[in-house]
């Protein structure tokens, strides 16, 4: 007996074929036994639904695979052998090409080489002429192929040898108990057999459904397409002739095509038809990309390809832990992996936290960066927290103090994690399979336990993945020694080989692959992405056998073609819809696939891929997406829906229900955006006169002492003052590679300036040299000792950047140095100037040496208190004073004086730092002569160039003047956007190039 042959169009027409043959087999008993083998397990699932409807029994739906291991495994097993698992497959292939000399000995640990020889020795297994498959890739093939070849028969010899039985052995096995006569009480329980659909049946297959077929009745349904696909090659391997094909029951599903703007909204709009055709008809199916949408629209949906365990939270968190090591713990690896685990509270699952500190204490990359800079912070927040015990009492000490502690608290957490990650990751010295099951587990036990925050259903694939961890000791027998590369990578072939089931059959949206539709009947299909390059997709290359000597490219081509059409005839009777976008996820061009066009073909005619894509082809089942959405996907969706509508009509959109409600942000935004065009001066644009009652801004200066460069932010940008020096808010700092590649520039400055305070403390102690004479070459290596001491603190603390960089910086650091000291010994002889005070704080009342605070009146009885630390302060013999403030960037070039108001109140630290000498002067009883204050810019950019002010009264009332002035404008609540003049080279405006603050003005 040979199987009976029939060929049936896929879609209603099999299904109602299937339910006939069915009803004809059970018709003298009901309780005959029937098993359908179906192309995959959601078929059967959605078969067996169907079938429901009507009532049926003693019907089982199964896979040809998993009704040859009901038939042959115990006959396997009976001769010792177990069945060949992934994890065995990957390690006997490894070591076969191991053996072989040759070029891809050196590459056996390659995971995308096992890949392609593990599918080479499987489909070789498949063929129907093996030995010539052979003789043609040997006689032609290069010594690549010829190795390939070699590796596939070591693999298969090894394979034998370890008793292990792959998907072939066990359909042989299966047909040879058949053969033999056994398997009575299975074959029993299989009944009747109906093979429905397959899309492939290779020799091994048809051999066994031969043997079955002179055992039990035996019908295989072929699919019969347009293209004829499948039929001959089923008759030829089986051995018998086919019958007429089953007359269709329903006419081909009307299809239609539609172009969408982007893949997303492609996505959506399928969505937006969906719940338009809901109410009448069932669901359609979608790609797997459609996911997000559809839980935003709230339909739910069964994915037929499942949800690869891979994807878990416990599967992602546990590879995320692996990898930390190999990406050397740098901050965007760290980040990620924290973002894939459920916050359950505290820092340690707080990615923002995280994120947050490692930023303030600029970690990039290596586990002793994120212990020595963070504890570098907490000591940081420490000082801080001391110095604010000791600062006057106010309004926002107290919660800036809770801030500061839980920095500290937060950061020292973090240590000790990252610390407990950093020992726990490191691979095992014993090299074997079972030292790294135990340290991955390890890993998860310690560091990814499950807690309340996790779902059940991560609960449950955290278990999972624990049995595919342990399985992977299976591997040892075949390949004593293992890699953490080769460990790593066996766990995620285990791990995405998996797949959790998504949904149930029945209840709303089908979505996968379109190649899984064998089986199905669906009263709407739509297929997504339908691109060119993807149908059909384009010629896949081979490594290994170059030139197809196997022939594979026509057979790919007949299924790759024989899937699209068996999508659309699922939807026979009905609907389907083919859609692609115009640009891909990239925003570059895309065109619709030529089987697209297809559907739009008149006779031998069909549209330009080009015309389609631009929109001036026509064709009453091509439409276009774009405008307002018919059917929203959600009710944010339909209020833009709205407001749109408003819009189109002319109505004001600020008058409409949606902007007067208070609970939507549509009125404030409109009411912002108006503001900020219109020619007043609105609260939206600094003007915060309504609340300059509260404390912040009702003080103005007084109150708590300030710096001058605080106060010079209200005079370039009131709006910075109010972010940074009123409201306290943080700056973002950017922490990464390119940052990090060089020094920071106030890092530098902060450098240079500790070197600078050194040295001259050394000459203000000793009084050498003495002004007039040189500095001597021992005063040279002096700075350069200094210099080098302060580069190594430098380099300890990770602040340098690259060695090569930083070897550049070092050099111009120490010219400059030279350069000064030359400079510096001019000058000093021209005034008989010597340093006298380094580094002279004022204003800090808990620091012994510093000096009182500046006070300027304000009116009303209130002061400005003012405080600040000066660089250096020399005096000649007369007394007279001079004050140097360095700068290590850019000469400025401006003019400061009375008459521009000390360069229109943003240049305040030369005045208030002169008020300082003059006011210690007076202290003293001395009298308070001019003072010259300046900026020297001591490098070879800023050209060692000076900008000196000379503080007298005159500069002294217009100081006065101007911090009045301002403490006018900030207890007025005006903080406006003053982005400054728009600069071409830079192509942005002067204020705004280093703002804290850009990404929250609406100026930027």
């Known amino acids: 007996m040979v199987p009976e042959l029939v060929p049936v169009r896929p879609g209603p027409t099999a299904t109602a074929w299937l339910t006939v043959r069915i009803r004809d087999l059970q018709a003298d008993d009901p309780l005959h036994p029937v098993t359908v083998v179906v192309p995959g397990h959601h078929a059967g699932l959605h078969l067996r639904r169907g079938l429901a409807a009507g009532g049926y029994a003693n019907v089982r739906f199964t896979v040809l695979a998993r009704l040859a291991e009901s038939l042959g495994a115990g006959r396997l097993a009976a001769r010792g052998r177990s069945p060949l698992t992934a994890v065995t497959r990957a390690a006997l292939v490894r070591t076969a090409i191991a053996a072989v000399p040759g070029p891809l000995a050196a590459a056996a640990v390659h995971a995308g080489l096992v890949d392609l020889v593990a599918g080479l020795a499987t489909e070789l297994r498949r063929r129907a002429d093996r030995a010539g498959d052979l003789d043609r890739v040997r006689a032609g093939g290069t010594l690549t192929a010829r190795s390939a070849l070699e590796a596939v028969a070591g693999y298969e010899h090894r394979r034998e040898a370890a008793c292990l039985y792959d998907e072939v052995d066990l359909l042989t096995a299966a047909a040879g108990a058949l053969r033999a006569g056994e398997g009575s009480v299975a074959l029993a329980e299989t009944g009747d057999v109906i093979v429905l659909l397959p899309t492939r049946i290779d020799p091994p297959e048809a051999e066994l459904l031969r043997a079955l077929a002179a055992r039990t009745s035996v019908v295989v349904a072929l699919p019969h397409l347009e293209d004829g696909g499948g039929l001959d090659l089923g008759a030829a391997l089986l051995g018998a002739a086919g019958a007429a094909p089953v007359p269709v029951g329903a006419p081909p599903a009307a299809v239609t095509a539609l172009v969408a703007p982007d893949p997303v909204e492609e996505v959506r709009g399928a969505v937006r038809e969906l719940l338009a055709a809901a109410e009448a008809e069932p669901p359609v199916p979608l790609h797997r990309a459609a996911r997000d949408t559809l839980d935003e629209a709230g339909v739910p949906h069964v994915a037929l390809d499942g949800r690869r365990l891979e994807d878990s939270v416990a599967a992602r968190g546990l590879l995320g832990l692996i990898r930390l090591r190999d990406q050397d713990f740098t901050r965007a690896a760290v980040l990620g992996w924290l973002s894939g685990l459920p916050h359950r509270g505290g820092v340690l699952r707080s990615q923002a936290r995280w994120d947050q500190l490692s930023r303030d204490a600029g970690v990039v990359r290596g586990a002793t960066q994120w212990r020595e800079r963070l504890a570098a912070l907490a000591e940081r927040r420490e000082r801080s927290l001391q ?148 149908f059909p997709p384009a010629a896949a290359v081979d490594p290994l056998l170059a030139g197809d000597p196997l022939g594979r490219g026509a057979a790919r081509e007949r299924q790759e073609r024989a899937d699209w059409l068996a999508a659309l005839a699922a939807a026979d009777g009905g609907e389907a819809v083919v859609s692609a976008p115009v640009v891909d996820v990239e925003g570059r061009a895309v065109y619709p696939s030529p089987w697209m066009l297809d559907t739009l073909a008149d006779g031998d005619l069909r549209p330009r891929a080009s015309a389609v894509r631009a929109g001036s082809a026509s064709h009453p089942r091509l439409r276009r997406l774009g405008g307002a959405a018919e059917t929203p996907l959600s009710i944010a969706e339909r209020r833009e829906v709205e407001a749109a509508t408003a819009w189109a009509a002319g109505r004001d959109l600020f008058r409409t229900a949606l902007g007067r409600r208070d609970d939507l942000p549509l009125g404030r935004v409109l009411e912002s955006a108006r503001a900020r065009r219109s020619d007043v001066l609105t609260e939206f644009d600094g003007h915060l006169a309504e609340v300059a009652h509260l404390p912040l801004i009702a003080r103005g200066l007084s109150g708590p002492a300030q710096s001058a460069t605080g106060i010079e932010t209200w005079a370039t940008c009131p709006f910075h003052h109010l972010m940074g020096r009123v409201l306290a808010v943080s700056p973002t700092e950017d922490v990464d590679d390119d940052r990090w590649w060089q020094i920071d520039a106030a890092e530098r400055g902060t450098l240079v300036h500790d070197i600078l ?83 002279q704080g004022f204003g800090f009342d808990a620091e012994p040496h510093s000096w009182p605070a500046v006070t300027v009146p304000l009116g009303d009885g209130r002061v400005a208190v003012l405080r600040g630390r000066i660089d250096r302060v020399d005096v000649d013999e007369r007394g007279r004073a001079r004050i140097i403030d360095y700068k290590t960037g850019r000469n400025a070039k401006v003019e400061i004086g009375a008459a521009n108001l000390l360069e229109h109140g943003r240049r305040l630290q030369l005045p208030i730092y002169g008020r300082a000498v003059r006011d210690r002067a007076r202290g003293a009883g001395l009298p308070a002569t001019a003072t010259t204050s300046l900026y020297w810019y001591a490098t070879v950019k800023g050209q060692f160039a000076q900008t000196a002010l000379v503080v007298d009264d005159a500069v002294e009332e217009a100081l006065t003047d101007v911090l009045g002035r301002i403490d006018a404008g900030v207890r007025a609540g005006c903080f406006p956007q003053v982005p400054g003049e728009f600069e071409e080279w830079w192509g942005r405006c002067e204020n705004c190039g280093f703002c804290d603050y850009d990404t929250l003005c609406p100026a930027s």
């Open 757 to 839: 305070e050194k040295f001259f403390h050394h000459v203000a102690e000793t009084g050498h040299p003495a002004p007039g004479s040189p500095y001597l070459d021992a005063d040279v290596r002096r700075i350069e000792e200094i210099a080098a001491g302060a580069f190594r603190d430098a380099e300890a603390r990770g602040i340098a950047g690259h060695p090569l960089v930083w070897a550049n910086e070092r050099a111009a650091i120490l010219a400059d140095l030279r350069t000064l000291l030359h400079e510096d010994a001019e000058q000093r002889g021209d005034g008989g100037w010597r340093p006298a005070h380094l580094e």
């Open 387 to 534: 110095r604010l015990e000791q600062d006057p009492e106010d309004a926002a000490v107290e919660a800036h103090r809770a801030a500061l502690q839980r920095d500290i608290e937060d950061a020292r957490r973090i240590v000790e994690h990252v610390t407990a990650i950093d020992s726990a990751s490191r691979p095992p010295r014993e090299a074997t399979w079972e030292a790294h099951v135990v340290w991955a587990a390890r890993l998860r036990d310690e560091f990814l336990t499950p807690d309340d925050a996790w779902s059940v259903e991560d609960r449950e694939a955290s278990q999972a993945v624990g049995e595919a961890l342990h399985a992977l000791g299976e591997a040892s027998a075949m390949e004593p020694a293992v890699s953490v590369r080769v460990f790593l990578r066996a766990l995620e072939d285990a791990l995405r080989g998996r797949r959790r089931p998504e949904g149930r059959i029945g209840r709303g949206v089908v979505i996968g692959p379109h190649r899984l539709l064998w089986g199905f009947d669906l009263a709407r299909v739509h297929v997504l992405g339908a691109l060119e390059a993807g």
